[in-house]
């Protein structure tokens, strides 16, 4: 091999990337660019071992693609970009991955130091851009030698680093999991010919790479109730963290929020407590489910003494009114994302049990009582047998229209979100975007344990189509079966229009996105500036109408269309074949 073949910038990116690939990260997402070449190029070089590799040419796509990936199987993607504008790019997804607690790497490649602060071209201050919201942070050393043995102290300083990398991003235990932003200059040559040790283990002429199972630390189960676990998992803590004693005595509600994992049900059900679960929390099922919470808090709230948390409550005023007491305990257990402690007397807690005693059972029973009359029924009533059978052609024909009523019924907003919840099953996943849509599922929706995503970290429309995406991607590895379903409104659909782009030698993942469209963001009608603003500048500046053609959009980027317009036909859309991307555009009243 002919040393001009040789690069510093390489050598030193095949270590990296190869250093984590033995630690266990198996996705990387890619967007194109010059001074970060080397980074890519190892990359694709794993994809024929095993690797995941996830082209995008916006890299807030790709920062968003990676945070799907990284929700849906707690291990971190790594993604790679070039210098300047497209590390900016990615702050959005970090500020997401901070807040709601998601493994995320950031391999960011920039210019040399004597290139930063004289105009050079691409060429900004990427050091520590990240810096309140990451877990771990780096500006490495501009590689200065080839490495033909893989055993210079370059290589090694670059393996300690991905490995510090991997266990930051996954919580180290004095931190949640989160992202974490290696910054790596290179200076020219930017490429060259791989070293012959960077192939991984399924080629024999590789040593044993020591992989480290970070599964096996993401998804760890067991039976003490703490936040953060994979979906619908929950995390087992060192032997030595004694859990958080609840006694019987105080007149006590689960509240389950963003990411809280089915271990706010289970706490529920162990101490016969009344169950507050958001729609986005992953714990809305069990016997002591409180439907249509919003009005029984109304109710029973302040009766309240003590709120046990899970997770991260976002989508009702309720709930964060109750949260913000002064008089009630607040005993928040320690999750993915940010601490809650909106009363300033919070009491965070590592993990919870249940102490024995008897149960309080009048107290369960005003909660179950006032559920059972808020709960709202949106199946469609069953059909009329013996009238549909009948010898009397007038009720066959009444029966008969009843039916074709309830097929051809108009679809608005709940039954939207109805019929996407009923399609959706514990094999499938299902996103929920931040719009007006994921507050009627909230308001709605009854009790079924199926897998939900939400990034309710920041609660922003960015990123929605990308990140469901990634979950996508991640959730139908290796031929599992399920679909993902994002429900999601017209804006934040078209804030993110771009990840709709797939490379042509991507495999395309089954994923519907079924846009709820009322041409505006109608959001703003129940907040208090509806009320304040004049119409102009209500619809100017909040409601933003717009008159985009969605089902154009779709055909430009390839993907297959539908416009149901009964629950009959919204029905059969989502219980059919799904062979790949499906855009389903319901049309809403606003």
């Not at 004095?174 to 974490?180: E, K, L």
């Amino acid at each position: 091999m002919a040393e001009a073949k040789r690069s510093p910038a390489t050598d030193a990116a095949a270590a990296l990337v190869r250093a984590l690939f033995d630690r266990g990260i198996r996705h990387f997402v890619v967007s194109p660019g010059s001074r970060s070449q080397a980074l890519a190029l190892a990359a694709a070089e794993l994809e024929k071992h095993g690797a995941a590799l996830h082209v995008r040419i916006d890299e807030r796509v790709a920062g968003f693609t990676a945070l799907g990936i990284g929700r849906e199987l707690r291990v971190p993607a790594a993604v790679i970009c070039t210098s300047g504008t497209a590390v900016a790019n990615l702050l959005p997804a970090v500020l997401e991955a901070h807040h709601a607690g998601v493994p995320l790497l950031l391999l960011t490649a920039d210019r040399p130091p004597e290139l930063r602060g004289i105009g050079a071209n691409q060429a900004t201050r990427q050091v520590g851009i990240f810096a309140p919201n990451v877990r771990y942070e780096a500006d490495l050393p501009v590689p200065d030698e080839t490495d033909a043995a893989g055993t210079s102290s370059q290589t090694m300083m670059l393996r300690d680093v991905a490995g510090a990398a991997v266990t930051a991003a996954l919580g180290d235990g004095a931190w949640a999991a989160g992202p974490v932003h290696l910054n790596l200059p290179y200076r020219e040559p930017l490429a060259g010919v791989l070293p012959e040790w960077f192939r991984p283990a399924s080629d024999p002429k590789s040593p044993e790479p020591n992989i480290a199972d970070v599964e096996d630390v993401a998804n760890a189960s067991g039976a003490l109730y703490q936040g953060g676990g994979g979906i619908g998992e929950v995390c087992e803590l060192d032997g030595a963290v004694e859990p958080f004693s609840l006694s019987r005595g105080p007149r006590t509600i689960v509240i389950a929020g963003a990411d809280a994992t089915s271990a706010a049900e289970q706490l529920a059900h162990d101490g016969s407590w009344p169950l507050v679960a958001e729609i986005v929390s992953g714990s809305r099922f069990g016997r002591y489910l409180v439907h249509g919470y919003r009005d029984v808090l109304r109710q029973l709230g302040g009766n309240v003494e003590r709120a046990v948390v899970f997770g991260h409550p976002t989508l009702s005023r309720e709930v964060v009114a109750l949260l913000s007491r002064d008089d009630v305990e607040v005993i928040a257990v320690r999750g993915p994302g940010e601490p809650l402690n909106l009363n300033g007397a919070t009491v965070a807690a590592e993990s919870v049990a249940v102490r024995a005693g008897d149960a309080d059972r009048e107290w369960l029973g005003q909660w179950m009582r006032a559920s059972r009359a808020a709960s709202v029924d949106l199946a469609p009533p069953a059909p009329d047998a013996d009238a549909l059978s009948s010898a009397e052609p007038r009720e066959r024909l009444g029966a008969i229209a009843a039916e074709l009523g309830v097929i051809r019924a108009p679809l608005d907003r709940a039954a939207l979100v109805d019929a996407v919840w009923r399609a959706t099953w514990p094999h499938d996943r299902l996103m929920f975007g931040s719009s007006r849509l994921v507050r009627v599922a909230d308001t709605v929706l009854a009790g079924k344990k199926v897998p939900v995503h939400a990034n309710r970290g920041l609660a922003g429309i960015d990123g929605t189509v990308a990140t469901a995406m990634g979950i996508a991607l991640a959730s139908q590895i290796a031929g599992s079966p399920g679909v993902t379903r994002a429900v999601l409104g017209d804006l934040a659909f078209l804030y993110d229009v771009g990840a709709l782009l797939l490379p042509l030698q991507e495999p395309a993942p089954r994923l519907q996105l079924i846009v709820g469209n009322d041409r505006g963001g109608t959001i703003f009608d129940g907040l208090e500036v509806a009320s304040v603003a004049s119409d102009a500048a209500f619809s100017r500046v909040q409601y933003t109408p717009h008159n985009a053609n969605l089902e154009q959009l779709a055909a430009a980027y390839g993907w297959e269309f539908h416009r149901p317009k009964t629950r009959g036909e919204l029905d059969q859309v989502l219980t059919g074949h799904v062979a790949g991307r499906q855009l389903i555009e319901v049309t809403l009243e606003r």
